[in-house]
């Protein structure tokens, strides 16, 4: 697997504390992707059937894609991104299952084709506006 995917051991332990705790809740993921030119982001065949298996692996845990928005540049930082995507998800545990899901080998595959870089920012899911 390549690197890009290597997970924050300190951040897993966090959330699999929390996912097997009282305390568990739903969460919000921030992911930010910078694509492969053979992805063909944002019409590209590989890009296209990830997005049509990535929700579904998401809903086979109960949860969704909030929103998906191309990035138009970077004033600040240096952090490179073609996307970023707003993913809610009913608890903790629900996105640490994401792995063990039907979809989740295609899903992974077509990430690994389409994905050169990826962060997967955690953020309380209770800043999503309700209306």
């Known amino acids: ?27 919000l993921m921030i992911n930010i992707n ?15 059937e990830w997005m049509k298996v990535l929700p579904k692996m998401v809903e086979e845990v109960g949860g969704k894609i909030l929103w998906q928005v191309p990035s138009l540049g970077q004033p600040v930082g240096q952090q490179a991104a073609d996307e970023i995507l707003g ?14 899901q039907p979809s989740a080998a295609e899903s992974f595959r077509l990430r690994e084709l ?13 800043i999503i506006p309700k209306k």
């Open 1 to 27: 697997m390549n690197d890009t995917w290597a997970p924050n051991e300190e951040e897993y332990e966090t959330i699999e504390k929390i996912a097997n705790s009282a305390e568990d809740g739903p969460v």
């Open 87 to 100: 993913a809610w998800y009913p608890s903790h545990k629900a996105f640490l299952s994401l792995k063990e």
């Open 114 to 126: 389409c994905a050169s870089e990826a962060v997967v920012h955690r953020c309380p899911e209770n």
């Open 34 to 48: 910078k694509y492969h030119a053979s992805a063909g982001f944002p019409n590209g065949k590989p890009y296209t």
